[in-house]
């Protein structure tokens, strides 16, 4: 299980931080990688970023100067940060397992953060 | 970058007939496709992967085939619960992930 936690709304130009539990395995397992995906009210899904538990990260281009993820292993834990928001970061944020690289097979509940003052 | 499209944007078909969805991509990914269901105000659901595996518990009504640039995803019999938005992603470009605008299947 993925269980996300974090503030609904946050303001502009301030930064959005998100945690997923991850429950049920360990996040240090080798078959996995583990990620951020968002999807904009009434909208289809784009990729953020993805991790492994060594510590590798990858990010969206589109995201990458302002974008950070995260492993806590010892908490089993996944985080996001994204700094300076805005209205177009509005969005139900999922994180998610992702099998090696490729695809992600389990998600997160969503949580819904909207960026305004 | 990878450009995927998926059509038609809204499938209105009847309980018991069949869906067919397109996606297509702008270069090849060769298999590296999957197809996610996602139902409304619930998180998406990995049906397929590598174009034609079906993921574990889903019924076998789902299935998936294509592989270079053109995908289909077949509902064979469609089910009320069925009743979804469904969208691709290609994972043949990592590091980075993209997914398909999404197919809205409504039941006639």
């Known amino acids: 299980q993925l269980q996300q936690s974090g503030p609904g709304l946050v303001k502009p130009s301030e930064t959005l931080s998100l945690t997923c539990i991850v429950s049920g395995g360990s996040i240090s397992s080798t078959y996995y990688y583990w990620g951020w995906i968002r999807q904009p009210p009434g909208k289809g899904l784009e990729w953020i970023a993805s991790?492994?538990?060594?510590?590798?990260?990858y990010y969206n281009p589109s995201l990458r100067s302002r974008v950070a993820i995260s492993v806590d292993a010892s908490k089993n834990q996944l985080s996001l940060k994204l700094n300076s928001v805005t209205a177009a970061d509005t969005a139900v944020y999922y994180c998610a397992r992702q099998y090696d690289w490729k695809y992600p097979d389990y998600w997160g509940q969503g949580t819904l953060v909207t960026v305004s003052s | 970058e990878i450009v995927m499209t998926q059509s038609p944007a809204t499938l209105s078909v009847s309980p018991g007939e069949r869906a067919t969805l397109s996606c297509r991509t702008s270069?090849?990914?060769?298999?590296?496709l999957a197809w996610y269901q996602q139902e409304l105000g619930q998180a998406p659901r990995l049906l397929i992967y590598g174009a034609s595996t079906r993921a574990a518990g889903i019924p076998a009504r789902f299935s998936g085939s294509g592989s270079d640039t053109e995908f289909t995803l077949t509902i064979s019999s469609l089910q009320s619960e069925d009743s979804a938005v469904y969208y691709c992603q290609e994972y043949n470009n990592w590091p980075q992930l993209t997914f398909g605008g999404g197919t809205k299947v409504e039941i006639k």
């Open positions: 991790m492994y538990y060594t510590g590798s990260t």
């Open positions: 270069h090849s990914v060769a298999s590296n």
